[in-house]
T-cell receptor, first 113, second 112 residues
Framework: EADIYQTPRYLVIGTGKKITLECSQT?????MYWYQQDPGMELHLIHY???????EKGDLSSESTVSRIRTEHFPLTLESARPSHTSQYLC????????????FGSGTQLSVL | GENVEQHPSTLSVQEGDSAVIKCTYS??????FPWYKQELGKGPQLIID?????GEKKDQRIAVTLNKTAKHFSLHITETQPEDSAVYFC???????????FGTGTRLLVSP
């Protein structure tokens, strides 16, 4: 079944640790996105990619970085996590033929102590 | 760029009642308006969308209406059920950046 997967679902780490949040999709979508969702529910676009080797920063400034080496994989990395990075991170993808329709993963809830 | 406002932030209804969530947008050139439903512990899921050349669209118990002149659109849920309880997001396509801009979300609670 075509889907979009995020791992881990929950992550609790200490300040200063390097972390990578994984996102993979099996739908062959060329566009992928990372959203940060704060406790107030708002969705903030932090990174997006229109294809392999393409990455752009979103509307909300983020200290995280992303890479897109393979079509299906769009990992997000924090070099040195801080408590201010505590949030829900949602990955999404869309197809270039219908790019407006986003498919979201279930998210990673990150807590930095 | 596009700006989307959504109201109310929370909405409580009794099972069987109707629920209405309203959104306004700023960019008159926006032409695509989706609605997403986010259940607890899951990512948002597209439930219905409408384009600017259509005034209303229905899918069973849910409907979306669009008023281009006033730049607002609404989600209508009839005969609400407890499983409709979730957070609902409206969005509009930013024609300049070709990305979706989301509203701030509405937490809907349907009580049995």
């Amino acid at each position: 079944e075509a889907d979009i997967y995020q791992t881990p679902r929950y992550l609790v780490i200490g300040t200063g640790k390097k972390i990578t949040l994984e996102c993979s999709q099996t739908m062959g979508h060329d566009k992928m996105y990372w959203y940060q969702q704060d406790p107030g529910m708002e969705l903030h676009l932090i990174h997006y990619s229109y294809g392999v080797n393409s990455t752009e920063k979103g509307d909300l400034s983020s200290e995280s970085t992303v890479s897109r080496i393979r079509t299906e994989h769009f990992p997000l990395t924090l070099e040195s996590a801080r408590p201010s990075h505590t949030s829900q991170y949602l990955c999404a993808s869309s197809d270039h033929r219908d790019y407006e329709k986003l498919f979201f993963g279930s998210g990673t809830q990150l807590s930095v102590l | 760029g596009e700006n989307v406002e959504q109201h109310p932030s929370t909405l409580s209804v009794q099972e069987g009642d109707s629920a209405v969530i309203k959104c306004t947008y700023s960019d008159s050139a926006s032409n695509y308006f989706p609605w997403y439903k986010q259940e607890l512990g899951k990512g948002p899921q597209l439930i219905i969308d409408i384009r600017s050349n259509v005034g209303e669209k229905k899918d069973q118990r849910i409907a979306v209406t669009l008023n281009k002149t006033a730049k607002h659109f609404s989600l209508h849920i009839t005969e609400t059920q407890p499983e409709d309880s979730a957070v609902y997001f409206c969005a509009a396509k930013d024609t300049g950046f070709q990305k979706l801009v989301f509203g701030t979300g509405t937490r809907l609670l349907v009580s049995p």
